[in-house]
């Protein structure tokens, strides 16, 4: 394979050593580089003049520079595997205790134990699976931060709840890492947590755990004249249900006209709605599910 056929699914990159592969030697690389028709990333690592500089092909040539030894890891590895954290300007990498990385705006982190299943593969570049990612960052991050890391890995079945309970029971305090908030976290999740289909899914589902209030169903199937709706909380012996505006974002006029029209159809069927927002307290969100469960 020529290099610039590797760079095509490698975000424009061409490491030496594939060149080298490809029959390339050492000269003509420099030569390429010299001319502008290759740029250098990093030690070792090429972009084929015109790639777009992007956050993928800086995390790419970072592994790449570092060698599969090497995992990206903490908050790199989690916003790589699509959760929602903040970027602190940094590349987070793990090695291990006897493997120094020393790169520009890379953070080094040293581990002397991975366990079986410590090691996954994202757009193929190794990094800490979702369990051991979720494990690094207790250190760093707020119980709230862990939590959506938690919940979205979840809702996306990258982790199993039990699975994280059976890590975080053997898991010993060490430095960047918090045993204390990992436990936090999983209080606030008790066997069969449903994390939802979003954050605030996810928020409501804590509150109702517990405050110890009746379990709802949860994404519940309605038919009604012949139409099957979808409900995000239902209560179906009391007929109550908890879905609207605070479960998406409205983009269109046609999706709050079909959300009105669920809700009529809902409320002529004989269910009665709760509306909840983001900008609730948790105080409020449970004094109203209070109130409703008191009266339906």
């Known amino acids: 394979m020529r290099p610039e056929q ?8 061409i490491p030496n050593e ?53 995992l990206i890891a ?10 929602p954290v903040r970027d602190d300007g940094t590349i987070h990498v793990l090695a291990s205790l006897y493997r120094p990385v020393a790169l520009d705006g890379v953070t080094s982190h040293r581990s002397g134990l991975l366990e079986p299943g410590d090691l996954a593969r994202r757009h193929d570049i190794p990094c800490t699976s979702p369990l051991r990612t979720v494990v690094d960052l207790s250190g760093t991050l707020s119980v709230k931060e862990l939590g959506l890391v938690v919940d979205h890995f979840l809702r996306n079945r990258q982790i199993e709840l039990e699975q994280l309970r059976e890590r975080v029971a053997r898991t010993r305090p060490a430095p960047g890492r918090s045993v204390k908030r990992l ?23 804590r509150i109702i755990d517990r405050a110890g209030l009746p379990r709802p169903r949860q994404q519940h199937r309605v038919q009604v004249e012949g139409v099957r709706y979808r409900i995000d909380f239902a209560w179906p012996e009391r007929k109550l249900y908890l879905e609207g505006n605070g ?23 004989g269910w009665t709605p709760i509306e909840i927002t983001w900008n609730m307290s948790n105080a409020t ?11 339906v």
């Open 285 to 295: 969100i449970e004094r109203t599910l209070r109130r409703f469960m008191a009266t």
């Open 18 to 70: 594939m060149a080298r592969r490809a029959g390339l030697s050492q000269d003509q690389i420099d030569r390429r580089r010299k001319s502008g028709r290759y740029r250098k990333e990093r030690r070792g690592v090429s972009a084929v003049a015109g790639a777009p500089r992007t956050w993928m092909q800086a995390v790419r040539a970072v592994s790449l520079a570092c060698g599969r030894d090497v």
């Open 183 to 205: 436990r936090q976290v999983l209080a606030a999740r008790i066997p069969g947590y449903d994390p939802g289909e979003s954050p605030l899914e996810a928020r409501i589902a």
């Open 247 to 269: 479960f998406g974002f409205h983009r269109l006029s046609s999706d709050l006209d079909r959300d009105a029209t669920r809700q009529n159809e809902l409320v002529l069927a």
């Open 74 to 83: 903490f908050g790199t590895a989690a916003r790589l595997l699509g959760a």
């Open 6 to 13: 590797w760079a095509e699914r490698h975000d424009g990159l």
